[in-house]
């Protein structure tokens, strides 16, 4: 049998059903996720990247979230840029932008985020990471980071006993 997104257990495709960590997750820095809908069973998966600017003048920082849509069959590689995303969750293109805002992917994404700036999840949406932090980009490999997809350092629940002096 072909191993397709429909067939992987729920272990295999680390989902998450926490609002505040899938909020956590997705502006941690280096998120790969997939939204699948259940109605329809179309998924699609998305990387955002977190970029700091700092302005030379006046010091302020300024925090951008870069998101891409990944078109083809490499995992690495085949993603085309959709657009940003700020830190209450509004997407937007950009001049950019290779994606429309007519694309399925592009309203897929757009819709999961009005829930999530009401601090909600739909029904028939799930969210799904590949087993890899969100923020460093590290495999995850204890179930509390991958219940939350951050490893323990990233998400700040690392073992003072075990760190180094």
Not at 32 to 44: C, H, M, Q, V
Not at 50 to 63: A, D, M
Not at 99 to 113: G, H, P
């Amino acid at each position: 049998m072909a191993i397709t997104f429909e067939n992987l257990h729920t272990e295999e495709k680390h989902q998450l059903t926490d609002v505040n960590y899938i909020k956590r997750f997705i502006l941690a820095g280096k998120s790969i996720f997939t939204l699948e809908s259940i109605r329809t069973g179309k998924w699609f998966t998305y990387k955002v990247n977190k970029k700091e600017f700092k302005n030379r003048e006046t010091g302020v920082e300024k925090i951008f979230y870069f998101v891409s849509i990944l078109r083809g069959t490499s995992n690495d590689s085949d993603y085309t840029y959709l657009g940003t995303i700020n830190p209450k969750f509004h997407l937007n293109t950009t001049k950019n932008s290779k994606i429309s805002i007519d694309a399925i992917s592009f309203k897929a994404l757009n819709f999961f985020m009005t829930f999530l700036r009401k601090d909600e999840l739909h029904d028939e949406i799930n969210f799904y990471h590949e087993g890899i932090c969100g923020r460093c980009g590290r495999r995850l490999t204890t179930p509390m980071s991958v219940s939350i997809g951050l490893g323990p350092i990233c998400a700040g629940y690392d073992n003072p006993k075990e760190k180094k002096k």
